[in-house]
């Protein structure tokens, strides 16, 4: 009775399912930066490294979604966080006449800023996790 070895993996395909399982892995550290806050550094850290790695590939797509998250959560909140000093400012400049709130509408700007931005975050990073698991492209 001949022996026969089983076949080789292709290296493509190893390659592949280490890159879904770092995507996977970047997803999850994303939605962990909800409650501790650093994280995502960590997760897009891994997204720029594999990038390179992952071109030409489905997962090359994620990393690139990741980073995008990324740098318009810290580029959103840096902007929706600035509307407080201003608020503040004008409350101040303002402070003998309450009537009209004006100092609120810089607030509302920036709450309401704040909050697309979550919502929009957290769909990118669900959906992508979701199509990893699927094993599809973003």
């Known amino acids: 009775m001949p022996v026969t070895t089983p076949p080789a993996p292709h290296p493509e395909a190893a390659g592949g399912f280490d890159l879904r399982a770092q995507v996977i892995a970047a997803y999850v550290l994303f939605l962990l930066a909800w409650m501790?806050?650093?994280?995502?550094?960590?997760g897009v850290i891994l997204a720029y490294v594999k990038r390179r790695e992952a071109s030409g590939t489905k997962w090359r797509s994620h990393?690139?979604?990741?980073?995008?998250v990324f740098w318009v959560i810290?580029?959103?909140s840096l902007l929706a966080f600035l509307t407080l000093p201003i608020s503040v400012g004008v409350l101040i400049a303002h402070a003998p006449v309450l009537w009209p709130p004006?100092?609120?509408?810089?607030?509302?700007?920036?709450?309401?800023v704040f909050f697309v931005l979550v919502f929009?975050?957290?769909?990118r990073t669900i959906r992508g996790l979701i199509r990893a698991i699927e094993d599809q492209p973003y």
């Open 74 to 76: 810290v580029i959103g």
């Open 120 to 123: 929009w975050s957290f769909y």
């Open 102 to 112: 004006t100092f609120t509408l810089p607030l509302v700007f920036g709450g309401l």
């Open 63 to 68: 990393f690139d979604n990741l980073i995008l």
């Open 36 to 42: 501790n806050g650093i994280t995502a550094i960590i």
